[in-house]
């Protein structure tokens, strides 16, 4: 394999996350009243395209920006309706978060990340 192709290779993962689903009230996200479930997606990821896709992987999205220890992978903020959306990874620990919060309501996953083969995007149609 030549070092462009290795390099390549290397861009381009999976990773697969377990962990936690928050959501509730934001003012009772910490009471025991929020609800808990178990939580898991599996993210496709190409840093040299710039493009990532979750789950089914049925259309891609671009990476917002990604760095040595961080990628971030939407970012969607909307102060005037009191929304925002945040999605992200530390490269470092495997660290994931995925936040969203419309009004008072709020939904949080945490999880690990594991690092796997790349499994491909979807093909385009033209």
Same mark, same amino acid.
């Given at each position: 394999m030549s070092a462009t192709a290795t390099l390549a290779v290397a861009a381009a993962f999976n990773l697969v996350c377990t962990g936690t689903l928050i959501s509730g009230e934001l003012r009772t996200m910490w009471s025991k009243d929020r609800k808990t479930e178990p939580f898991s997606t599996v993210l496709r990821v190409d840093l040299s395209l710039h493009r990532w896709c979750e789950g089914d992987c049925k259309s891609t999205s671009p990476i917002q920006r990604a760095s040595d220890t961080e990628i971030l992978f939407q970012l969607e903020e909307k102060p005037d309706i009191g929304f925002d959306h +945040? $999605?992200? +990874?530390?490269?470092?620990?495997g660290a994931f978060i995925d936040r969203m919060r419309a009004g008072g309501f709020v #939904? #949080?996953? =945490?999880? =690990?990340?594991? $690092? &796997? &083969?790349?499994?491909?995007?979807?093909? $385009?149609?033209?």
């Open positions: +945040v $999605k992200l +990874v530390n490269r470092e620990t #939904m #949080m996953s =945490t999880a =690990t990340c594991e $690092k &796997a &083969a790349f499994t491909g995007f979807p093909q $385009k149609r033209f």
